[in-house]
């Protein structure tokens, strides 16, 4: 089945201890990102990622860090987690044809106390 | 920078039709997409728009006028599984990766 897989879907962790949510596909596809989302702001992008080793930020890039050694995975990493990074975090994917929109996961709740 | 603005709740009935409007302000436009997001669910992709006029997926449909920087998403023939929130987003610049979204619409469909 095709899909995008990010782990852990839920996680609690204290102010300061770094953490990495990880994210894969099986479509063989391009582009990945990760978005942010908290209520009534919609999502925001956090990064993405046109290939291997080709990264950039998006809206809110401030405190995570990305890498994209495999075409499939896509690790998204706060190194020093802070209450305002409490959300709920998709990551997605696409293919590079333009009519084609991102498939995303099933989303990660982080909590930061 | 970018702004886009759509309606943050639409009610509707079944059997009835919804248009939720998007207006965008944003550099190096490229196209516009509208996403739909159940409660607790993931967000799916439901059509884009590249061109002005009207493409068409089933009942849903969506426009774009480029010249008046707005688009709308047609829902047609409303059914209770209706109900989620749906986002318009943005693809800007050259590179497809990049998307910015709106905050959403809640649709609530009653029966």
């Known amino acids: 089945e095709a899909q995008v897989t990010q782990n852990p879907r839920y996680l609690i962790t204290v102010t300061g201890k770094k953490l990495t949510v990880t994210c894969s596909q099986n479509?063989?596809?391009?582009?990945m990102s990760w978005y942010r989302q908290d209520p009534g702001l919609g999502l925001r992008q956090i990064y993405y990622?046109?290939?291997?080793?080709?990264?950039d930020k998006g809206d809110v890039p401030e405190g995570y860090k990305v890498s994209r050694k495999e075409k499939r995975n896509f690790p998204l990493i706060l190194e020093s987690p802070s209450p305002n990074q409490t959300s709920l975090y998709f990551c997605?994917?696409?293919?590079?044809?333009?009519?084609?929109?991102?498939?995303f996961g099933s989303g990660t709740r982080l909590t930061v106390v | 920078g970018q702004s886009l603005e759509q309606p943050s709740e639409v009610t509707a009935v079944e059997g009835a039709i919804v248009q939720i409007n998007c207006t965008y302000q944003?550099?190096?436009?490229?196209?516009l997409s509208w996403y739909q997001q159940h409660d607790g669910g993931a967000p799916t992709f439901l059509s884009y728009?590249?061109?002005?006029g009207l493409e068409e997926t089933g009942r849903f449909s969506s426009f774009l006028s480029r010249s008046d920087s707005y688009g709308y998403l047609l829902l047609q023939e409303l059914q209770m599984k209706d109900s989620a929130s749906y986002f318009c987003?943005?693809?800007?610049?050259?590179?497809?990766?990049?998307?910015?979204f709106g905050r959403g619409t809640q649709l609530t469909v009653w029966p």
């Open positions: 997605a994917s696409r293919t590079g044809g333009e009519y084609y929109g991102y498939t």
């Open positions: 479509m063989n596809h391009e582009y």
């Open positions: 990622s046109m290939n291997v080793e080709v990264t």
């Open positions: 944003t550099s190096g436009f490229y196209g």
């Open positions: 728009n590249a061109l002005d």
């Open positions: 987003a943005v693809n800007r610049g050259s590179t497809l990766g990049r998307l910015y």
